[in-house]
């Protein structure tokens, strides 16, 4: 999925705000993840600080390589296989999308526009897609 210069940009500077909050953010977003899906739960092993801090990271990297976004994608693919190890359905990458964008909400207020919800909603589709299709490749 393509994503338009005017996503890239809505993208980066919502990111700019949600940043300085990330650590509330992470357990925003986990929070949320558990209540959608209280299954998923057991799939965390590590301290959930951490695992929020490797979150935001990730997200940090997407954000930043969004001009290169070729550049990432081996970064993205490795993740994608690592999960499956880590027992990740295919079908939990649209629970965690779903929580990933309430977070953005929670985190942005009036300023997640509908366009806002576009432009990260592809974001994480692209790297969404790219992290199935490389799980389906050892599965």
């Known amino acids: 999925m393509m994503m338009t210069p ?3 940009i809505l993208i980066r500077d919502t990111w700019k705000k949600v940043e300085p909050i990330a650590d509330t953010a992470a357990e925003l977003f986990y929070a949320r993840l558990f209540e959608m ?18 979150l935001m990271k990730m997200i940090a990297m997407a954000v930043s390589a969004l001009d290169r976004f070729e550049a990432v994608i081996p970064s993205i693919q490795s993740s994608g296989r690592r999960h499956v190890g880590y ?5 939990d990458y649209d629970t965690v999308g779903g929580a990933l964008l309430w977070t953005l909400e929670k985190g942005l207020g009036s300023e997640f526009t509908p366009e806002v919800e576009d432009a990260w909603a592809a974001l994480y589709g692209k790297l969404a897609s790219i992290m199935k299709d490389a799980a389906r490749e050892i599965s």
């Open 6 to 8: 005017e996503q890239t």
């Open 37 to 54: 899906d209280p299954s998923l739960e057991v799939l965390f092993k590590s301290d959930m600080k951490t695992q929020g801090a490797k």
């Open 87 to 91: 027992d990740v359905k295919e079908e």
